[in-house]
């Protein structure tokens, strides 16, 4: 008979190990996956592990690798603030659109001027963008006691209606032949987030790293980091410490909205370049997972959001080279989070394997 | 006394890690009220599992009136005869008493019938309860009460009672006492499991001791001396805390006028309380569980905020402030739960240092926290309470009850308050960490530090205070010296409502005077 037995505390060589393995187990029933669809397995994990990093057009697919994972990673940093200490902030993807309204807003303000304060200017815009619009379920449910998760997801839907109005509206390109969106930003030098797009590096990657950074040094050296911790495994005890409860909603909920108005910013000054009915490709929900996956820690994001961006390159190369179906993808992407949820319960528990007893 | 009832031989029962009991032997006889003694985590609770069939004895025996007993669950122990009350209700608030005690039958009889049922056998035993009562308007007593009808209904041959007084006052523990002893005189067997000891010398008629899971001995209760049986359960001389003659100091707190709405709906209402303590001095405020003790601490640790002269601390209102600034102001606090209040269970013990070291001790300096500096507080801890733990990198919840006590009681005493405020300092704790922690406030008393402790142990209360109040429904009794008080005093002041309409009209009339 297996049973579970719970650990005094948790282990922390596994909790490293299982992401580890996850990824392991995914692979194998992955593999069995594909070749149950007749596709060589084997072929099929190299697709999509190996060849975007080694391949033979990898030095195509490497700086894709950062593009994708960039948004991922800033996002969920903010994300996982707010889900340690508790908060649940689903609704990313509304303050990525809404900060990417308003850096490209003020970016196309400004055309065809072009002065170096144009940009840091977009940045200020996005991230406050991004953190107004987490402030409307924080201020919700400080003063009324709103369920965050409804209202943020309720306002994607919101950006959503928004971002339609503005690429078919008011951001419309004047001499765009009456086509839906913008003005390309990332043909107007003063406003665009590349840094150089032959090598497809752009500042959302940086302010990814430097968010990680921020956000291990808060964690772990910072009173505020400490509380929220604290108050997302015990409650009580940070209301006892002195936390208060409020001011940590809206600086979490403000933090995540931020950085994900941030990460819109960036994408749609650089990658995307402009406002379009379809800018938001689903990179708010998706960083969702990238979180748990890192573990809610910053360096496990960075991991994870790489990890993520690779299976999305791979699975692109997989769908045109090997003809795998989209959903198949999707079930090995479904399959990783699975895994890593599942295998979860080894950091907390230990298994034992014992005979049944009879009294 | 005829025959044995029930004998238990050798029966050993492992947990990984921890032999709960080892080769316990004893017998019950018929119509006896066995006691079985011993400091939590002695084996009390797995020894009467195993009667009860919810776990399975690795080895051992039980006969039951010579015949072999090994019940596969609680049903066949039912069957057979056995009867337990719960120290935690299993309880719905939302249903009447009949339809709780519905709930726990196998067959229950239509509602009118069960209803007169349930009258009868109140009536019988003199445990007035009404069967169609909403449970959750009941007090600790009558839901107990509820529990043991319960438990009558299907007419047990042995009831079990594990710590059926915690809950109750001492008028209601009488009330009990005397049904135990007319349902032992019509032919039952009673378990009476509690740490006790002189409810134990005053109804039992014999005792069964464990310690460590063994059974170390036995005793007829009326003829041993509380100290024995003490000293058997704790194997060694027991520690009497000493306390100092000391002057009266200036008065620290004071408390004037406080009333609170609980943060939660089945919260106390705390009404318009007074009191002082003085430095040096230690205020006990008894009660039972439920009667405003959460919210008095959490008034004043400064989890709720209150109007603002109703606390004061040196003649500085401090009502309106949260935690931290009543920490800065020399006031602290030490909740009762452990787990998940006063620490977080799975930080380590250096993060739990930090939970509320970190305004008094510096543990941080423009918001960076200085970890060197939290794991030397925590060690501090550690080594002056003699907490038993291999350090400070350990999870909260990886320390016993009584050693995370020590870390928690300690770690406010050495942040050298001038007001601490504990509530049940020593619940759950075994009896040597429980008396180095009333040894530990006696000397922060005798130091100079104003002491509030809340506390559902009259025992501790008398021993360690100089005045003593309690709290009933969130009123508070006259406070009186302890010196001065008899038992019976005590249990009108926590239970009786004349007593406290009378104490509380009173100070109206004093106030209305001033």
């Known amino acids: 008979m297996i049973r579970l037995e719970r650990r005094p505390q948790p282990s922390r060589l596994w909790s490293y190990l299982t992401p580890v393995i996850a990824v392991i187990v995914t692979m194998i029933a992955g593999g069995l ?68 309204l308003c850096g490209a807003g003020v970016g196309l303000a400004f055309h065809p001027t072009e002065s170096v304060l144009i940009f840091p200017l977009m940045v200020i815009a996005g991230g406050l963008g991004g953190w107004a619009w987490a402030m409307i379920p924080g201020l919700l449910k400080v003063r009324f006691g709103t369920n965050e998760i409804l209202v943020s997801l309720m306002l994607v839907y919101v950006a959503e209606q928004l971002l339609a109005s503005m690429a078919l509206g008011l951001m419309k390109n004047p001499e765009g032949h009456g086509f839906p969106g913008s003005r390309n930003l990332s043909d107007y030098a003063s406003a665009t987030s590349w840094i150089d797009q032959d090598i497809g590096l752009h500042w959302g990657m940086a302010a990814a790293f430097i968010a990680v950074i921020l ?115 999707q079930v090995f992407q479904g399959m990783l989070l699975f895994f890593l949820l599942a295998l979860d319960v080894l950091t907390h528990f230990r298994i034992r394997l014992s005979a049944r007893r009879t009294a | 006394m005829t025959g044995t009832l029930l004998r238990i031989e050798g029966l050993t029962k492992a947990y990984p890690g921890v032999v709960a009991n080892d080769d316990v032997s004893f017998d019950i006889a018929e119509k006896e009220i066995h006691a079985l003694l011993g400091e939590n985590g002695a084996g009390k609770s797995t020894l009467v599992k195993m009667i009860y069939g919810l776990v399975k004895p690795d080895s051992g025996t039980m006969t039951w009136r010579a015949e072999p007993f090994t019940p596969a669950d609680p049903r066949a122990a039912r069957a057979a005869g056995v009867g337990m009350v719960f120290q935690h209700f299993s309880l719905f608030n939302a249903l009447n008493v009949a339809e709780n005690v519905a709930l726990g039958m196998e067959n229950p009889p239509p509602m009118r019938d069960l209803a007169a049922r349930i009258r009868d056998v109140s009536e019988t035993y003199g445990l007035p309860l009404d069967p169609f009562r909403t449970v959750g308007d009941l007090s600790a007593g009558e839901r107990q009460r509820v529990e043991i009808i319960r438990c009558l209904l299907q007419d047990p041959k042995l009831l079990i009672m594990d710590e059926p007084t915690s809950v109750l006052t001492p008028q209601e523990v009488e009330i009990l006492f005397e049904t135990l002893r007319k349902l032992r005189a019509e032919g039952t067997s ?16 014999a005792a069964t ?84 003790q959460d919210e008095l601490l959490a008034a004043l640790s400064g989890e709720a905020l209150t109007e ?56 941080t300096s423009r918001g960076f926290v200085n970890w060197p500096a939290a794991r030397d507080f925590a060690d501090e801890i550690i080594s002056a309470f003699d907490v038993r733990t291999p350090g400070h990198h350990v999870a909260a919840r990886a320390l016993s009850g009584g050693n995370l006590q020590k ?108």
């Open chain 2, 190 to 205: 009673i378990l009476y499991i509690s740490h006790k000891l002189e409810e134990i010398r005053a109804l039992c008629d």
């Open chain 2, 407 to 514: 870390f928690v009681i300690g770690r406010e005493i050495l942040q050298d308050p001038d007001v601490l405020v504990v509530n049940q300092p020593t619940w759950g704790v075994d009896a040597s960490a429980a008396a180095d922690i009333r040894q530990a406030l006696l000397d922060l008393a005798a130091r100079g530090t104003a002491i509030l402790c809340i506390s559902q142990d009259l025992d501790e209360l008398m021993e360690i205070s100089d005045r003593f109040g309690a709290l009933n429904e969130g009123r508070l009794s006259d406070i009186r010296p302890v010196s001065e008080l008899s038992i019976e005093e005590v249990g009108l002041m926590m239970g009786g409502a004349h007593g406290m309409e009378v104490a509380h009209i009173h100070e109206e009339e004093q106030e209305a005077g001033a």
């Open chain 1, 215 to 329: 956000a291990y040094v808060l964690l772990n050296r910072h009173i505020l980091g400490f509380n929220i911790r604290l108050s997302g495994e015990a409650p009580r005890a940070a209301k006892f410490s002195g936390v208060a409860p409020a001011r940590l909603i809206l600086f979490c909920l403000g933090t995540s909205g931020a950085l994900a108005g941030l990460a819109g910013m960036f994408e749609v000054a650089g990658p995307s370049g402009q406002v379009s009915i379809d800018f938001n490709v689903g990179y708010g929900f998706t960083a969702i997972i990238v979180a748990f996956l890192g573990r809610l820690h910053p360096v496990g994001i960075l991991l994870a959001g790489l990890l993520m961006a690779l299976t999305y390159i791979g699975g692109e190369m997989a769908q045109s080279n090997l003809g795998l179906p989209a959903a198949a993808i």
């Open chain 2, 209 to 292: 001791i464990l310690r460590l899971g063994k059974n170390v001995g036995t005793c007829v209760p009326s003829d041993t001396t509380a100290r024995d049986m003490a000293e058997m359960m704790v194997g060694g001389t027991l520690q009497t805390p000493t306390r100092t003659a000391r002057d009266d100091g200036d008065v620290v707190l004071d408390v004037t006028g406080l009333s609170l709405k609980p943060a939660n709906p089945f919260g106390t209402t705390l009404k318009n309380l007074h009191f002082t303590v003085r430095a040096g001095e230690i205020l006990g405020l008894g009660g039972v569980a439920g009667n405003g």
């Open chain 2, 308 to 363: 603002k002269n109703a606390i004061k601390v040196r003649g500085e209102s401090i009502g309106h402030l949260g935690p931290n600034a009543r920490r800065a102001r020399g006031i602290l606090a030490a909740p009762e739960e452990r787990l998940g209040h006063a620490a977080a269970p799975d930080m380590d013990l250096s993060e739990n240092a930090l939970l509320t070291g970190a305004i008094r001790k510096s543990l």
């Open chain 1, 33 to 100: 996956l594909f070749a149950a669809l007749g596709k060589n397995p084997v072929e099929a994990i190299r697709t999509i592990f190996w060849n975007p990093l080694f391949g033979e057009f990898a030095f195509y697919y490497r700086p894709q690798l950062l593009v994708k994972a960039a948004p991922l990673v800033l996002i969920a940093i903010g994300l996982s603030l707010g889900f340690r200490a508790g908060i649940w902030n689903i609704g990313a993807e509304g303050q990525y659109i809404v900060g990417a």
